[in-house]
């Protein structure tokens, strides 16, 4: 097959694979960007900073390039600004004057510490030392956050134009344990994959399925919405009714590196290859799907 290197690079991410939509399928990794903007002024470590990482999402993806998916992966770290939550998603405590003078949407994972600028590490501990200005915040808004969700909906509507239809996986990992501000709770063992669709209204429940049992037969504990529904990435550019479907995948780190050291494991290769065998898959889907 022909290997389709990087495309295009922002401040805000990397386009990985074609420039243009080949394929009825998108993936992107939002979370597995490491690049510090000079402006972070986080009172923790970069290393602890990184906590909040999906290490190596975008590797264990990226053979799917030479298939002629797109995967759009971020730059920055998502404990920098979260791609995905919505722009409104304000933790006001985190806000100098404790008010916000733009569209305001709380999810409610503010009250977690992990609404879209954290204030808190999975373990509770105080990203910042001070609050956060209006303009700052808007700033990390403006130059990282908005372009991401603009090249997200410019190739998502280029693909359902080409093909009548999109296919778009959401990819992250997940920690093997729960933390103190863990989703689903503190100490809570978490399955070897998980699939968000935001209980059913984010893609065809076929297609959720799809996914499911072709990485059961791959050997993995594989569960829905359980504890990840799914959150912005999903719900912003999903429309079943009208062929856009979004799904969102949780990977174990436990499958594929060693959580202490943040190095990859041996079972790196096992789980990159399993990830490129459900791209095949889901490209036969969707191509039986779009005839």
Not at 98 to 116: D, T
Not at 165 to 182: E, F, L, T, V
Not at 244 to 258: A, F, I, T
Request: hydrophobic letters at 40%.
């Amino acid at each position: 097959m022909l290997r389709i290197t990087m495309t295009a690079q922002h401040p805000s991410f990397t386009l990985h694979g074609p420039a243009e939509a080949r394929v009825p399928l998108l993936l992107d990794s939002p979370h597995s960007g490491f690049d510090f903007p000079a402006d972070f002024g986080a009172a923790v470590s970069e290393f602890d900073l990184r906590d909040g990482e999906d290490c190596f999402v975008d590797e264990l993806w990226m053979p799917a390039t030479e298939r002629g998916v797109s995967l759009i992966a971020a730059s920055v770290p998502r404990t920098y600004i979260d791609y995905n939550r919505h722009p409104g998603d304000i933790d006001l405590a985190l806000v100098e004057g404790g008010a916000w003078p733009h569209e305001y949407a709380p999810s409610g994972k503010g009250r977690l510490g992990k609404a879209l600028i954290w204030r808190t590490l999975d373990d509770g501990r105080p990203i910042y030392d001070r609050l956060l200005g209006v303009d700052e915040i808007q700033h990390r808004i403006d130059r990282y956050h908005r372009p991401y969700h603009h090249a997200m909906a410019k190739r998502i509507e280029a693909t359902h134009a080409r093909f009548g239809a999109s296919w778009h996986i959401d990819c992250h990992s997940m920690n093997a344990i729960g933390g103190a501000q863990g989703e689903g709770g503190p100490g809570k063992m978490r399955a070897d994959i998980v699939l968000g669709d935001r209980d059913g209204t984010t893609c065809a429940a076929a297609f959720t399925e799809f996914v499911r049992a072709h990485l059961a037969a791959c050997g993995y504990d594989v569960k829905v919405n359980d504890p990840y529904k799914g959150v912005e990435l999903v719900r912003a550019y999903s429309n079943p009714a009208t062929r856009r479907m979004s799904l969102q995948l949780e990977v174990n780190k436990r499958l594929y590196m060693d959580e202490a050291t943040r190095q990859k494991s041996a079972g790196f290769a096992r789980v990159q290859n399993d990830l490129a065998s459900l791209v095949d898959a889901v490209l036969e889907y969707a191509a039986r799907e779009t005839r």
